[in-house]
């Protein structure tokens, strides 16, 4: 039984919580995420969610989630909920409106952006407490010899394009980064199509506004390794720490 654990005589028996206690991530006033898990409402059993705030364009970065599925279910506004099936190799795209859910099951690879103001999501997960890898975190811990070599790129370009991401992003993009490309396709657009390409956009636009904001949370490796390493990002032989975090 999910509850089992739970003594109901208990008199710290939770079965209330007010989500905007409990704050994940801000961004902004209209770029909020609050989450409740077990840690907050102890008669929760296997489930958690997370209270998601999004103003237009602004998108729940890139992340697998490791140990849970999860229902992403639209109150307010609109969204594009993305993933890659990894089965097919396919980038799939839904677009929810108020009173639909979007299913992102267990360790898929996958993003929200917001196509209206005022987006309220709730995503919902069949886990105590979920876990999740950002896509941000892969790409500034990888080793950047590591990630040109293993693609044939040009590794001073893989250090000059990923330098400035100096820590999780988790709702992009940063608050001054511009909004529009330079074509004039929405940033929303642009995710849908494919991805962001970082070369097309303005000369250190987005570099400049990762350095003007960076964020410091709780984590731990995933492989319990030391969250101290002596060895520089870029050795060859450094361990490279990919990180989890904790919605709780």
């Given at each position: 039984?999910a509850?089992?654990?739970?003594?109901?005589?208990?008199?710290?028996?939770?079965?209330?919580?007010?989500?905007s206690?409990n704050?994940?991530?801000?961004?902004?006033?209209q770029?909020?995420?609050?989450?409740?898990?077990?840690?907050?409402?102890?008669?929760?059993?296997?489930?958690?969610?997370?209270?998601?705030f999004?103003?237009?364009?602004?998108?729940?970065?890139?992340?697998?989630h490791?140990?849970?599925?999860?229902?992403?279910?639209?109150?307010?506004?609109?969204?594009?909920?993305?993933?890659?099936?990894?089965?097919?190799?396919e980038?799939?795209?839904?677009t929810?409106?108020?009173?639909?859910?979007?299913?992102?099951?267990?360790?898929?690879?996958?993003?929200?952006?917001?196509?209206?103001?005022?987006?309220?999501?709730?995503a919902?997960f069949?886990?105590?407490?979920p876990?999740?890898?950002?896509?941000?975190?892969?790409?500034?811990?990888?080793?950047?010899?590591?990630?040109?070599h293993?693609?044939?790129?040009?590794?001073?370009k893989?250090?000059?394009?990923?330098?400035?991401i100096?820590?999780?992003?988790?709702?992009?993009?940063p608050?001054?980064?511009?909004?529009?490309?330079?074509?004039?396709?929405?940033?929303?657009?642009?995710?849908?199509?494919?991805?962001?390409?970082?070369?097309?956009?303005?000369?250190?636009?987005?570099?400049?506004?990762?350095?003007?904001?960076?964020?410091?949370?709780?984590?731990?490796?995933?492989?319990?390794?030391?969250?101290?390493?002596?060895?520089?990002?870029?050795?060859p032989?450094?361990?490279?720490?990919?990180?989890?975090?904790?919605?709780?």
């Open positions: 039984m509850d089992s654990y739970m003594d109901f005589t208990s008199p710290n028996t939770q079965f209330t919580y007010t989500l206690d704050p994940f991530f801000q961004k902004d006033a770029n909020v995420i609050n989450t409740l898990s077990i840690n907050q409402l102890n008669t929760l059993g296997n489930v958690s969610l997370l209270d998601i999004l103003s237009k364009d602004n998108v729940v970065e890139p992340h697998i490791q140990n849970a599925t999860e229902l992403v279910y639209c109150i307010t506004g609109g969204a594009v909920v993305s993933l890659i099936n990894p089965y097919t190799k980038l799939l795209n839904f929810i409106a108020p009173g639909q859910v979007a299913n992102v099951p267990q360790g898929w690879w996958h993003y929200e952006v917001a196509n209206q103001d005022n987006t309220h999501l709730l919902i069949d886990a105590p407490v876990e999740v890898i950002f896509g941000s975190d892969i790409l500034r811990l990888t080793p950047a010899n590591v990630l040109a293993s693609y044939c790129l040009d590794e001073a893989v250090k000059d394009t990923l330098a400035p100096t820590d999780t992003v988790i709702i992009g993009p608050a001054s980064c511009s909004k529009q490309h330079p074509n004039g396709m929405p940033m929303q657009q642009m995710m849908n199509h494919g991805g962001m390409n970082m070369a097309q956009m303005a000369p250190g636009s987005y570099q400049q506004a990762i350095q003007n904001q960076t964020y410091h949370y709780p984590y731990r490796p995933i492989s319990g390794e030391s969250e101290s390493y002596n060895a520089p990002l870029d050795h032989f450094h361990p490279i720490p990919f990180l989890y975090r904790r919605w709780d």
